[in-house]
């Protein structure tokens, strides 16, 4: 059956409206901030180990995001960390509150589709989250000019913007799902602590969780073990495991575009590394390409945890 | 025959095993005050729902203005306004914000937003507020801020769900004020509410609701000749001569169908007014006039009464 009329119709009003609620509340100037200190500590640190190297390294700049100085994890270990936590402080309450405050029945009785207002929602959220990591961005890369005194070169900050989009699919990730939590969920508490359960769960547990699985599913064979190497069925297996976390897919793109000598992001065989060169950068697109199931992945994902909250969204009832 | 805005025939919503709307046929004329009647969860609310294309119609077909709430539900969202039951705003937003998202929703000019906005909030006596937040309002504010956004929509129909719930006797009267001077401007007024005495005071006609069904519909007065087998009751207080019996006087008049005599005071249960008849029948019997009222049976009367007729088994089906 056919509905007359768009989709979009009252699309801009809502982006508008939750843009303006976003932006002038204090969950995300608390959230920001938390962010932004902690990314200023990352960077602080990682200068003050790079100034010494300055002249010797070509992707100077790109270093800025991927140097870790122990205790302290990487400025892009720690946005993985971060990124899903604003999202989920964006998204956790977004469709709950408006049952709770039952504004939902009177908004939907505008002349609107429930698509406009949900899509609304996720859009409104992602641009908040995209004005977050420009603004990270450009802190980067003005300590990195200042501190470092050297220009970031082209491919640099190529490399960087495609980081930046990278991250901003990893938070529609979590943006998504925290959107489908509170779809599911009527209490705003419940959803909160169902997605930062799912947050832990995936960046403190599924790693160790999924080596072991790994170990169940494709037990190491004696063979490799009696010589102190790791087997290869069981390390493909672990990492197969691994990636259905976002965190790792978010890792591994990271780690393929803003570190350009990356060959691979799984076991390699030596004589796959055969004429190699190793220890040289590899152009863009190449590392474009070994990062591109990883960033499909978090693409992918996106969606569908974004059409699971729409179909239920959309199956709901509007009375509270 | 006046024209219809809107007619609703077999109409019919199920939920897996519990039918909650069934099969119920009804006209709204353009212009009229349409009380839609009975306890909770009697299916008022999800009719106003299927009406508006907010929830999904199981079985037969509602016309809205002419259009079809399934396939043209933002044509039909966008004439009609609607106040659900406790309806919800952006506490921290004010009252002009408010309006002004919906006004944006509903693709209104700015210019024109300005304007709409502070009429409807000065019609329903809110200008001096308008600049304050929601969150400060009262109950019967906030219902009044609710009226002026249908008022702002320009709805040609205003969908009221229980707007007079939890209002103090002021507000209420209030309120019901607002209701008539949106009818003598010409908008549809359906109004649902389980409080029979302000139904009565502003409905031109009533829909009985009971689990579902339209159990009775009419204008009061025809309810009452129904149910209670007459439309009027006249009070005579009146000192009639010893020896004149007043009482059989008054049985005599054509179209009174019962007198109750308590000391110098009859009740007389008519069909039509009788008082001229009852006024010459106490002078013709020589006796002394002192008091003639006419009461049309109380709404609450006809509800009373049905209810205790459709327990006993024989008049479950003949009433409907």
């Known amino acids: ?244 976390s976002p965190n790792q897919l978010f890792a591994e793109a990271v780690l393929a575009i803003l570190s350009p000598s990356t060959r691979s992001l799984g076991p390699i065989f030596l004589e796959q590394l055969q004429g190699a060169v190793v220890g040289t950068a590899l152009p863009l697109r190449q590392s474009l390409l070994i990062a591109w199931p990883q960033i499909v992945g978090l693409i992918a994902s996106t969606i569908v945890l974004f059409v699971a909250g729409y179909v239920v969204f959309q199956r709901q009832e509007v009375r509270a | 025959m006046t024209e219809n805005v809107i007619s609703a025939r077999g109409l019919t919503k199920r939920y897996r095993r519990t039918t909650v709307v069934d099969g119920i046929d009804f006209d709204v004329a353009k212009g009229e005050i349409f009380g839609l009647l ?37 044509a039909v969202k966008r004439r009609a306004g609607y106040l659900p039951d406790s309806v919800g705003f952006y506490d921290y937003l004010t009252a002009a914000e408010n309006l002004a998202y919906t006004a944006r929703l509903m693709g209104f000019a700015p210019a024109e937003r300005t304007r709409k906005i502070a009429e409807a909030l000065s019609r329903v006596q809110l200008g001096d507020v308008a600049k304050k937040p929601v969150r400060t309002f009262s109950r019967g504010m906030r219902q009044r801020l609710g009226l002026a956004e249908i008022v702002m929509k320009g709805a040609e129909i205003a969908i009221l769900d229980e707007p007079t719930s939890g209002l103090d006797p002021q507000a209420t009267v209030d309120f019901l004020a607002l209701i008539e001077r949106l009818k003598h401007e010409g908008v549809t007024v359906l109004l649902s509410s389980h409080l029979l005495d302000q139904v009565q ?64 005071r009859y009740r007389l249960t008519a069909v039509r007014d009788v008082r001229p008849d009852a006024a010459r029948a106490v002078v013709a019997a020589d006796g002394a006039l002192t008091q003639l009222s006419v009461d049309t049976p109380s709404l609450e009367a006809i509800y009373t009464r049905f209810f205790q007729r459709k327990a006993r088994p024989e008049g479950v089906r003949d009433a409907a």
Request: hydrophobic fraction near 55%; include cysteine; charged fraction near 15%.
């Open chain 1, 1 to 244: 059956m056919r509905r007359e009329g768009s989709v979009f119709q009252g699309l801009g009003a809502v982006v508008l409206k939750e843009l303006s609620d976003q932006m002038s509340s204090i969950r995300i100037f608390v959230l920001e901030f938390l962010v932004a200190a902690i990314a200023f500590v990352a960077l602080y640190r990682a200068i003050g180990r790079l100034a010494d190297t300055t002249a010797e390294d070509p992707f100077v700049f790109l270093r800025l995001f991927t140097v870790d100085t122990p205790p302290v994890p990487s400025f892009a270990g720690l946005l993985g960390f971060l990124i899903p936590l604003v999202a989920i402080g964006l998204g956790f309450d977004s469709v709950s509150s408006e049952h709770n405050r039952r504004t939902l029945s009177r908004v939907l009785s505008q002349p609107i589709y429930r698509d406009a207002l949900l899509m609304g929602k996720f859009l409104a959220g992602m641009a908040t989250l995209g004005i977050m990591l420009l603004g990270l961005w450009l802190l980067v890369i003005g300590a990195g000019l200042l501190l470092l005194g050297v220009p970031p070169s082209g491919d640099e900050v190529m490399r960087s913007l495609v980081f930046l989009i990278i991250a901003l699919f990893y938070c529609g990730v979590w943006l998504a799902l925290a959107m489908l939590l509170s779809i599911v969920f009527r209490s705003a508490a419940t959803s909160a602590l169902v997605a930062l359960g799912l947050w832990l769960f995936f960046v403190l547990i599924w790693p160790i969780l999924s080596s072991a699985l790994a170990m169940v599913i494709a037990p190491p064979d004696v063979r490799y073990v009696l010589l102190g190497l790791p087997t290869p069925a069981t390390v493909e297996m672990q990492q197969v495991l691994a990636r259905f």
């Open chain 2, 38 to 74: 009975g306890p909770n969860g009697a299916g008022k609310t999800t009719t106003i729902l299927m009406m508006l294309g907010l929830t999904d119609i199981t079985a037969g077909e509602v016309r809205v203005l002419g259009y079809d709430p399934v396939r043209q539900p933002l």
């Open chain 2, 201 to 264: 005071r502003v409905c031109d006609r009533v829909a009985l609701f009971q689990t579902g069904r339209i159990v009775l519909q009419g204008t009061v007065a025809e309810l009452a000749k129904e149910v209670l087998g007459a439309g009027f009751v006249v009070e005579v207080d009146a000192v009639a001569p010893s020896g004149a019996d007043l009482e059989a006087r008054f049985l005599a008049i054509p179209g009174v169908s019962a007198v109750q005599r308590a000391g110098d």
